[in-house]
């Protein structure tokens, strides 16, 4: 091999190796879907090819729970690109809603046209932040936030530090949803969903994605909930205009309140119109 064949290998491979510590996305085409993935954490993002507008992935349907609290929300703010599959289901389903996403990689920024999210406009925008810093200073911003920043390791600890998820609660309104996607094998589960549940005051619902891998936590700013029976009402309706069965979610909502309930978390019984949680 000669001298400059040499130095050009190590140089391209320098190159994919991208910035220290954030690998290159990598974008895969299957026969039906297009996905993003960084290193050995598998798929983070997946779209249909047919219908790209649409949520693949299981969990991000399960994130979309937070309509039944905030049915009509009028800002939502998203941590976390990827492929853009929340960003553009929000765009497209919650048209009186305007949509930022504050991604830190640029690299994935790049791909957008690659998954076809929607051009920067009045009512949707990418902006290119550390998600952290953003909300750090952020007060009243969103009637929702939904957390799904992922690096190649995991949840990054500035995502998922007591002053971030206090900052989360700052930048919602007043009847604001704070939803997170948090990985059931994450050893420091307990610890995210204890740091959740101080920042929004112990009003603290979760559901598990059907496949079982994800765990949605969602914390609410105000302290009331609907009945159940509302909430499957609730549920039944968005299943007819979202088309996703949100039902199953508030049935897995109920089973963890009440388990919670048992085992001492501060919860103060059935949760009812107009009544703490």
């Not at 491979?13 to 085409?29: F, I, Q, R, W």
């Not at 009509?72 to 765009?91: H, T």
Request: proline share 6%; glycine share 6%.
């Amino acid at each position: 091999m000669s001298a400059n064949h040499h130095h050009f290998r190590q140089a391209l491979a320098e190159l994919l190796k991208g910035p220290p510590g954030n690998p290159v996305p990598v974008v895969s085409d299957g026969l039906r879907t297009r996905s993003l993935r960084f290193g050995p954490l598998g798929i983070q993002s997946s779209m249909r090819k047919r219908d790209p507008f649409e949520l693949d992935l299981p969990y991000t349907r399960a994130m979309m729970t937070f309509g039944l609290f905030h049915p009509a929300p009028q800002d939502i703010l998203i941590v976390g690109l990827g492929g853009g599959s929340l960003s553009k289901y929000c765009f497209r389903k919650f048209p009186s809603a305007r949509v930022t996403t504050v991604e830190i990689d640029a690299n994935v920024i790049a791909l957008r046209e690659r998954f076809f999210v929607p051009p920067d406009s009045a009512r949707f925008r990418i902006v290119h932040a550390d998600a952290a810093a953003y909300l750090s200073d952020s007060t009243g911003i969103a009637d929702v936030i939904l957390l799904d920043g992922f690096d190649a390791t995991g949840l990054p600890a500035a995502l998922s530090s007591q002053s971030f998820y206090d900052s989360c609660r700052a930048a919602l309104r007043d009847k604001g949803v704070l939803v997170s996607n948090l990985l059931n094998n994450d050893v420091r589960l307990t610890t995210h969903l204890a740091r959740m549940r101080r920042a929004c005051d112990a009003n603290l619902l979760r559901t598990t994605a059907q496949c079982g891998a994800n765990v949605i936590a969602l914390g609410l700013k105000r302290r009331t909930v609907p009945a159940w029976d509302d909430l499957h009402a609730r549920a039944k309706a968005l299943t007819t205009s979202l088309g996703l069965d949100l039902c199953r979610h508030v049935k897995r909502m109920e089973h963890h309140y009440r388990e919670e309930s048992l085992s001492g978390y501060p919860s103060s019984g059935e949760p009812a119109v107009e009544h703490d949680i």
